[in-house]
């Protein structure tokens, strides 16, 4: 069983859908990193998160330390948003690695 | 600022070749990480260097690759010989320092294609 766990793999949505991306972690983390990747592009992380909830424009991030867990949402979500989206946490027994999510690939259709 | 630069972009070798991936890091910035992705694996951290010393390299697949970081704008990942499997997507990423708070801000990677 992967350390980090995202769901679903695969989404299709219509434009103007709200769309959820989960994020399970079993091991303890000091923080969560949301990172969005287009197609054929580089990486942009999105949040981090050690607590709460952060939103930055169409894009909110939460986070449950006890449950260990993390959405992100997209409001009124648009075709530029199709991209893989993956969730990283900083293991608190290491301060620098990132352990991957293996990304949802999202598709917003026109 | 330009933001992390690697070199090349895409990369197409045939198995046994030398194999050079450059990466110029953000100016300031006192942490590079080298990833590779691969639809198999997803993201996979190679090497991690802090003040241009190799902290981590735990995750070299294995001899064949190397990484060095000369100076702090400047680090390369060699693969020596290459092999098929190693075809990926490379990324070298670079932070303000290696803590787990500092957001990692990566290069747009190299495509590498082992024939």
């Known amino acids: 069983k992967n350390e980090v766990e995202q769901s679903p793999q695969n989404l299709t949505a219509q434009e103007g859908e709200f769309i959820t991306i989960n994020c399970s972690y079993s091991?303890?983390?000091?923080?969560l990193h949301w990172l969005q990747q287009h197609p054929g592009g580089g990486i942009v992380s999105l949040f981090m998160?050690?607590?709460g909830k952060k939103k930055h424009g169409r894009l909110i991030a939460t986070i449950n330390i006890q449950e260990k867990h993390s959405s992100l949402h997209i409001t009124a979500s648009h075709p530029r948003d199709s991209a893989v989206y993956i969730c990283a946490v900083g293991s608190s027994s290491g301060t620098y690695k990132y352990i991957f999510g293996t990304g949802t690939r999202l598709k917003v259709l026109a | 600022d330009a933001g992390v630069i690697q070199s090349p972009r895409h990369e197409v070798t045939e198995m046994g070749q030398e194999v050079t991936l450059r990466c110029k890091p953000i100016s300031g910035h006192n942490s590079l990480f080298w990833y590779r992705q691969t639809m198999m694996r997803g993201l996979e951290l190679l090497i991690y260097?802090?003040?241009?010393?190799?902290?981590?390299d735990s995750g070299m697949p294995e001899d064949r690759f190397s990484a060095k970081m000369p100076n702090a704008s400047f680090s390369t990942l060699k693969i020596q010989p290459s092999e098929p499997r190693d075809s990926a997507v490379y990324f070298c990423?670079?932070?303000?320092?290696?803590?787990?708070?500092?957001?990692?801000?990566f290069g747009p990677g190299t495509r590498l294609t082992v024939l």
């Open positions: 260097f802090n003040n241009n010393v190799p902290i981590d």
């Open positions: 091991v303890g983390i000091s923080a």
């Open positions: 990423a670079s932070s303000p320092t290696g803590a787990y708070y500092n957001e990692q801000f």
């Open positions: 998160l050690s607590s």
